[in-house]
Antibody, heavy 119, light 108 residues
Framework: QLQESGPGLVKPSETLSLTCSVS??????????WAWIRQPPGKGLEWLGR???????SFNPSLQSRLLSSLDTSKNEFSLQLTSVTAADTAVYFC?????????????WGQGTKVTVSS | SSELTQDPAVSVALGQTVKITCQGD??????TNWYQQRPGQAPALVIY???NRPSGIPDRFSGSRSGGTSSLTISGAQAEDEGDYYC???????????FGGGTKVTVL
């Protein structure tokens, strides 16, 4: 199970911080990677990036300069930071568990957390 | 190209078969995964690695690929199959996932 947590409301130009708590699996497992995806209101899914058990990250090139991610193995959770947010970052943010096997499918998703960017 | 193209919407009569397509050059090199998103819910994986169903997914869902086009077929569509369906694969460099724009399926 995955559960996102976040602030709900963020002011423009600030940094959005999200956490995904993982239960039933270990974020240190070599079998998985941990991903973030978002969905603006009424729109489709957008891949944000992923973090591997080693801490290596891979981000959407269009957002790479604004994204950071980390693992906390002691809490079995991973996090995402998005800097300099604007209204265009308003979306539901999902965390997911991906398979390290070929295809890299996202087998388990969190329920999502809604983030609104507004002053 | 690192884009995946889907038809915006399709409809199918209850019990009939519908095919949802996804086009993109990267599909020639990388596996396609398919996700179902019912209204107000998180996406859920229905097909991975071209034609594998996760446990709990009915066998009326199947996947296939021909060249740069992948397809998700629902054979004998049910009312609960209504929702948005997204294909996903990797970009041309292989390191980043990409999603199609989604296809809204309506069961009549």
């Amino acid at each position: 199970q995955l559960q996102e947590s976040g602030p709900g409301l963020v002011k423009p130009s600030e940094t959005l911080s999200l956490t995904c708590s993982v239960s039933g699996d270990s974020v240190s497992s070599l079998n998985y990677y941990w991903a973030w995806i978002r969905q603006p209101p009424g729109k489709g899914l957008e891949w944000l990036g992923r973090i591997y058990y080693s801490g290596r990250t891979s981000f959407n090139p269009s957002l790479q300069s604004r994204l950071l991610s980390s693992l906390d193995t002691s809490k079995n959770e991973f996090s995402l930071q998005l800097t300099s947010v604007t209204a265009a970052d308003t979306a539901v943010y999902f965390c997911a568990r991906g398979s390290s096997a070929a295809g890299g499918a996202l087998h388990v998703w969190g329920q999502g957390t809604k983030v609104t960017v507004s002053s | 190209s690192s884009e995946l193209t889907q038809d915006p919407a399709v409809s199918v009569a209850l019990g009939q078969t519908v095919k949802i397509t996804c086009q993109g050059d990267s599909l020639r090199s990388y596996y396609t995964n398919w996700y179902q998103q019912r209204p107000g819910q998180a996406p859920a994986l229905v097909i991975y690695g071209e034609n594998n169903r996760p446990s709990g997914i009915p066998d009326r869902f199947s996947g296939s690929r021909s060249g740069g086009t992948s397809s998700l077929t629902i054979s004998g569509a049910q009312a609960e199959d209504e929702g948005d369906y997204y294909c996903s694969s990797r970009d041309s460099g292989g390191d980043h996932a990409i999603f199609g724009g989604g296809t809204k399926v309506t069961v009549l």
